[in-house]
């Protein structure tokens, strides 16, 4: 990036993330996703007057333990706080949130980007309630300006929503924009590996702020900020950095002023637009939660959820690497394909690294692809990756035969074994059998037969494809050679 090497970026990530609790933040109410508009909804995350809010337990057991895992100091004592805002999102006209008392602070997140580790410093992570979603009804671009009408569903209202906060990110120079997209992946690991939360980008389960500034190299002042709002992707967190430096140096160099907004992220063009001027602090005119106790954590409790912290992500990706024998492009491949998890259960019902990760980077991956969804989400389990592999491997199907049953088990025929007995799948191994395909084969094509003769060995491969091509791919190709090359010489 050429505008690094006059401007210095700064960035700054703040992350919402949806923690996975059975319950609402406040209130009893279900939190699952995709259920019918304000079906999971009641008095008090409805905001109707005179109901109460109780803290749910296990939201701060969450939060406590992600503080922990960014190396957080966790509050003896804290409070929740009232943010006051008219939104039609948020029913009560106020968000209760934590202000100048958050659950944990001062902690860091090490992220590695083209062998260099940098350091991200964690202000804060606190906790809240989320806010409900607003649907705009007509109109061209689903955004409140020309809609018809609006609609609101309050399922969402009252979810504990974590915030994670950094502190300003600088000497990246220009890579800046990877680092922010490595933060971003470290975090969603780190908090899938607590299992804490789904962690779904695209579900927005887990959702960034970024924040950008420019600072004239030499000049030791920081720029104005801009806010980059609610970013889905973990490429798109990459994208809105780079076309914010960009933008900035543009202004900048124009000899104008960056203005302190709020912005949109567009995902067609990978541009930021113009939101609305960024509030300040005192705007939402915070007090403390008179409804709500202070959270006073015990510090055994804090210990007790310490010892159940698991192995750190970054940790785990370098034994299994090990383990694994792969490079560091290898590692990246199966990180960006977000497979580890996947491989890794594979492997650990049996199936060899290589088989693994040929299975779920090769042919699941393709079709993930061709269907959109996402890997871990395809209808078929690691157990019966791993049986696939393992049917393989003891010759009962070659790889064509294995992605027919691939085929079946995705159709929803059922397990590997009840696919390769229904659609009778398994390898021709009868030599006999081969022997009579090979025979057929050999008399069909007397140019190869005779060419091989000569010393053109390659040619062996049209015998071997006949043969294929007789026994409807059943045949194993390993075996066919050999029994042609005996029967021509
Ligand atoms: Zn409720």
Redesign the pocket.
């Known amino acids: 990036m050429i505008e690094t090497e006059r401007y210095a970026p700064v960035i700054g990530l703040e992350t919402h993330v949806e923690l996975g609790t059975r319950t609402?933040m406040?209130?009893?109410?279900g939190t699952l996703f995709g259920g019918e508009p304000n079906s999971?909804?009641?008095?008090?995350?409805?905001g109707l007057p005179g109901s109460l809010p109780v803290v749910n337990k296990n939201a701060i057991e969450y939060t406590i333990k992600i503080g922990l895992a960014l190396n957080c100091t966790i509050a003896s004592w804290c409070r929740f706080a009232r943010k006051n805002y008219f939104y039609p999102d948020m029913p009560k006209n106020f968000q209760i949130s934590q202000y100048d008392e958050p659950l944990c602070i001062d902690g860091y997140l090490d992220v590695a980007v083209e062998g260099r580790t940098f350091r991200v410093g964690i202000e804060r992570v606190h906790l809240e309630e989320d806010t409900g979603k607003s649907l705009h009804v007509g109109g061209a671009t689903g955004r409140i300006h020309g809609a018809d009408y609006s609609l609101v569903d309050y399922n969402r209202a009252?979810i504990p929503l974590v915030e994670i906060v950094t502190k300003p990110v600088d000497r990246t120079g220009a890579l800046a924009p990877l680092v922010a997209r490595a933060y971003v992946t470290e975090l969603r690991d780190l908090l899938r590996s607590l299992d804490v939360s789904d962690v779904r980008m695209e579900e927005g389960s887990m959702r960034c702020d970024v924040n950008t500034s420019l600072s004239a190299i030499g000049s030791g002042v920081w720029g104005t900020r801009t806010e980059t709002k609610n970013v889905n992707s973990l490429r798109s967190v990459e994208r809105a950095v780079r076309s914010e430096i960009e933008r900035q140096a543009g202004v900048l160099d124009a000899g104008g002023r960056v203005i302190q907004e709020t912005r949109h992220f567009h995902e067609e063009s990978g541009k930021t637009t113009s939101g609305r001027s960024k509030e300040e602090a005192q705007d939402y005119r915070y007090f403390p939660e008179p409804d709500l106790v202070p959270v006073a954590p015990a510090s055994d409790w804090v210990s007790q959820i310490r010892a159940t912290l698991p192995e750190a992500p970054s940790a785990r990706r370098a034994r299994l690497q090990a383990e694994w024998g792969l490079s560091d492009l290898d590692m990246d491949a199966l990180r960006n394909a977000d497979a580890l998890d996947l491989v890794a259960s594979t492997v650990a019902e049996g199936a060899s690294p290589a088989d693994a990760r040929k299975w779920w980077l090769g042919e699941l991956a393709r079709r993930a692809n061709e269907t959109g969804v996402a890997l871990a989400d395809l209808a078929i389990t690691p157990a019966q990756v791993a049986r696939v592999a393992g049917l393989v491997t003891d010759g009962k199907l070659n790889d064509r035969l294995a992605r027919d049953v691939i085929d079946g088990v995705l159709a929803g025929e059922g397990s590997p074994d009840e696919v390769v007995g229904d659609r009778r799948l398994t390898v021709v191994s009868d030599d006999s059998a081969l022997q009579a395909a090979v025979d057929a084969a050999i008399s069909a094509n007397p140019d190869a037969v005779a060419s091989i003769r000569a010393g053109r060995t390659g040619a062996i491969g049209v015998l071997v494809g006949a043969v294929m091509k007789a026994t409807r791919g059943q045949a194993d190709p390993a075996r066919v050679r050999p029994l042609i090359e005996q029967r021509l010489s």
């Open positions: 609402k406040f209130c009893g109410c999971q909804v009641c008095p008090v995350c409805l009252g």
